[in-house]
């Protein structure tokens, strides 16, 4: 059969799509690029702000014309949601899309051969699935495929800290870390099959505890030591971090392994003490500004990324502004900003003082004034700068190709398909928003 699958969501879900592929591969399915040639349509979907679940809910209106369309030329089509909105809201699922032949939550995708033989034997049935299994979905799943030079690595999955406005817990389970052997074992894969950049993935990574072959368990730090010995292997990330796990052995990766990158993804969500609290983070301002200042004297040329809520329950107009200040202080290269979003079933949602939603539309495009101006301003500082760049994908033009600097920008280039896969030193000629362009020194060949 052919498959189509449409990722909604974080990294870890585009890492869990690949595993869903690999998985599909494995069966002798392979991939179409147009969804209506698609014999499976895969939705992988996100809970974390209202608009992920909508934005499904109209996909999957569309994928059922698909089907309809393609039962009266008399093909089949089945119709899977797999993530985290399965978990949370797989009633809503059955009853606005009735049509849907499968849904497994984000732990049990392992199952989806099981789960299409028995759609085989038994045509319109429904498998729902939202199990939090004993079993780890990682012993089941086919070796993970290289689909290019940079590749994600799941680490770690679930969370414990419970952040009042926060799904994740509920949709992807308490904390559990992959055994070292298996991460390095999966990483050499990756490597030798090409692989040059590996991201290191977990909800919160930097809370990874791994047992080795002896049971004793290990941190992230450990972890990164071992990766970076790992032949071959020339740029290493872990995403995403929680401030108040940011121990100090961590910390001295950034200044001890040249394979780890610059750059570091270290949400804040708010500048307010008050609002933290609230939002049940461990940490206040002061300790998250004690690790930026650790982390930069670690490595000076280290740059921060962050994620943002704004309007959670009870921000006033000062907690807002402490959060724009901060930000400033601390002059991020790229963030996330979000307005705060209910979600059922989490402590925030009915906490009261909800910001109106006129007042969270204000605040968000204010942050996002500032932050987008901080990101311009470091990518443009970036021009006549050298940096090595991984080359990942042709670009929209003909004759140009994407890549990413060490500090996660898009950088377009000119140049033909052999140099993909491949780091080039690049000279930046212009910086603007959200990608810088560059010459290749030295490229394969350039058109
Ligand atoms: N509303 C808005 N943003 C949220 N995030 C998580 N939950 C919510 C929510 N309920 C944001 C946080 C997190 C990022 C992945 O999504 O900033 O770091
Ligand atoms: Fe959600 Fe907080 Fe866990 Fe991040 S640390 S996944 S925001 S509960």
Do not use: W
């Amino acid at each position: 059969m052919r498959y189509y699958i449409k990722t909604f969501g974080c990294q870890m879900n585009v890492y869990d799509s690949q595993r869903i592929a690999d998985i599909l591969d494995n069966m002798g399915h392979t991939p179409v690029s147009q969804i209506k040639n698609a014999d499976i349509i895969l939705f992988n979907t996100c809970h974390i702000r209202e608009k992920a679940a909508e934005k499904l809910f109209s996909d999957l209106g569309r994928a059922e014309i698909i089907k309809q369309d393609r039962a009266l030329e008399g093909k089949e089509t089945i119709i899977g949601v797999v993530g985290c909105v399965v978990q949370a809201e797989n009633e809503q699922i059955s009853k606005r899309a009735p049509y849907v032949n499968f849904a497994t939550g984000p732990l049990t995708y392992h199952r989806i051969p099981e789960i299409l033989e028995r759609i085989a034997r038994q045509k319109n049935i429904c498998i729902i699935d939202t199990e939090f299994p004993a079993e780890s979905k990682f012993d089941y799943l086919p070796e993970n495929h290289a689909h290019g030079g940079c590749a994600y690595l799941a680490v770690q999955e679930g969370c414990n800290n419970f952040c009042t406005y926060c799904i994740v817990p509920y949709t992807r389970g308490v904390e559990t870390s992959r055994p070292i052997d298996d991460v390095i074992n999966e990483a050499k894969i990756l490597v030798n099959s090409g692989v040059l950049e590996i991201n290191l993935l977990g909800q919160n990574v930097n809370s990874y505890h791994g047992e080795d072959a002896n049971g004793k368990e290990h941190n992230l730090a450990y972890l990164l030591n071992k990766m970076s010995e790992i032949e071959g292997l020339q740029r290493l990330r872990y995403t995403t971090s929680y401030p108040a796990d940011m121990t100090d052995d961590l910390i001295s990766c950034h200044k001890n392994l040249s394979k780890l990158m610059p750059y570091l993804h270290l949400p804040l969500q708010s500048g307010s003490d008050k609002i933290l609290k609230a939002m049940n983070r461990r940490h206040n301002t002061a300790q998250y500004l004690t690790v930026i200042e650790k982390l930069q004297n670690a490595n000076p040329n280290l740059r921060f990324a962050s994620d943002f809520i704004v309007g959670f329950p009870g921000e006033t107009d000062q907690d807002f502004e402490a959060t724009l200040k901060i930000a400033k202080q601390i002059n991020y290269i790229q963030s996330f900003s979000f307005k705060y979003s209910r979600r059922p079933g989490t402590p925030a949602a009915v906490f009261p003082n909800q910001v109106e939603e006129k007042i969270k539309q204000q605040r968000l495009a204010v942050l996002q004034d500032e932050l987008f101006a901080m990101q311009l301003k470091f990518n443009q500082s970036c021009t006549g700068k050298t940096m090595p760049v991984l080359f990942e994908s042709k670009g929209k033009q003909k004759g140009e190709i994407f890549g990413r600097t060490p500090y996660m920008q898009t950088l377009v280039a000119k140049g033909d398909v052999s140099n993909l896969n491949l780091i080039k030193n690049v000279t930046i000629t212009s910086g603007g928003m959200n990608s810088l362009a560059g010459t290749i020194i030295n490229p394969t060949k350039v058109l």
